[in-house]
């Protein structure tokens, strides 16, 4: 006869289930892989998107006032950057204290610190855990130095 024995079936049974369980594991580990590359893209389009905000709000910017301390940096300035459709609007970018987070925030008129509760704001999140958010400034060069899990820093030149 032409069939296939009793042992035959078992093995070819067991074969195939090595193959399946080899084959989860392959695609369980690409899962993985998965998860791990988006987090890291993300983090780039979020450190792309803070280069590009920056580097517009700054050089299409008028009068530059810069606050500076110890870690942090607080550029005030007027722009014809904006992301909220706002014609010229006034910008402030800052460190949250509370969860060290680089903040971006975007007003129609002046910014008045003493009397920010009366003031029309928009506010954009830019990046958590901000340990050093600096901005040098040299004539019409601008060094931007932003510190997270790792060094960030362009220059800036204004014309």
Known sequence: KKSFT??????????LSIMVLGLSSVIKSLNKTE????????????????????YNDILNSENIVIKQTKN???????TSNSLHNIAKPYVMWYIS???KTLMRMETPTDINLSNISNQ???LDKFNENTKIFKIYKNRNKFLIFLQTDQNIYFEITKN
């Open 6 to 15: 009793l042992i035959e079936l078992l093995l070819s049974i067991i074969i």
């Open 35 to 54: 998860k791990v590359m988006h987090k890291i893209y993300q983090k780039n389009i979020d450190e792309t998107i803070i280069y590009k905000v920056l």
């Open 72 to 78: 942090y940096s607080t550029p005030i300035f007027q």
């Open 97 to 99: 204290k509370n969860r």
């Open 120 to 122: 029309l704001y928009y």
